[in-house]
């Protein structure tokens, strides 16, 4: 992708808060950072503007209805009833001219969870993908934003099978394509309660030229001009670097193989603090900047 892009991404963990106090985790309500919506805000105007849409795309998902309803509740809390659902199953109905229409006149695009390989698949390199492509590329403020499956999908390089038990053993994680929307990326999701961490490792190993993004539950980055991440939500993403990468053993040893690698950088965010995903560096959080400031004055 040669050009800055003018919208923004929105890739999430999974587990977002959507607005129903019913169905906080633990997590949302032990962590001193949670604030309803919050993840899930991002994809909201800055301005009210009431020819704003957003379409849900269910594609990934093995119970579309279901999810589309849980989406269109969660943005209406919001105060946006101006939301569609759209299901592509096939690859025909991926290039359909009515469907084509509704993403032309969309304001923001989301991605639900599910099977990122279904996703992928089905969409990829699809006349539906080169429109929000473009719009992504060209059209400023208009917002791509997916989670969990939808989010892993995003990427050009994506993970589509992998046990987290078994990870960090050569060959366990499975790569392929995904929507080309952002490359240089490994995303992962449900990152810290699914105990993911040898499984994206395994990945940036295996594809050095990448960063690896963890997203935990109800946690997000948003990214800017396909370069300058910021975290949001309650919980934390873990960066995984392989610029550095010294000794690892992946080139030589069998698969099934437990794997080895020197001077692999992990950065930790939580809400506030960015990364720069070109020049593969941590950005504090401005509060943090100040309090540190503080301290020193003192």
Known sequence: MQEVPK???????????????????????????????????????DNSKADYRIEVITTASEEPNEMGKKYQKAFERANISNVGIIHISNREEANAPATIKRIEKASAVFFSGGDQFRLST???????????????????????????????AISSVMIYEGDSHKALLKGTVKISSGLGLI?????????????????????????????GLGLGEDTALVIYDGNKAECCGSGMVVVIDSKELGHTNIAYVEKGTPLSAENLTVHLLTKGNGFSLKERKFIPAKKDMELEESIRSH
């Open 183 to 211: 490359d240089h990326c490994i995303i992962d999701t449900h990152f810290i309660n699914r105990g993911r961490f040898g499984r994206l490792a395994e990945s940036i190993i295996t594809n050095p030229a990448c960063i």
């Open 122 to 152: 089905i969409l990829g390199s699809s006349q539906l993908m080169e429109v929000i492509t473009r719009k992504y590329i060209r059209e400023p403020g208009f917002i791509v934003g997916g989670t969990s499956a939808g989010a892993m």
């Open 7 to 45: 919208g923004k991404l929105l890739i999430i963990g999974g587990a977002e808060d959507i607005g129903d106090p019913q169905k906080l985790s633990c997590a949302q309500e032990e962590s001193r950072n949670f604030q309803s919506f919050e993840v899930l805000q991002e994809l909201l105007p």
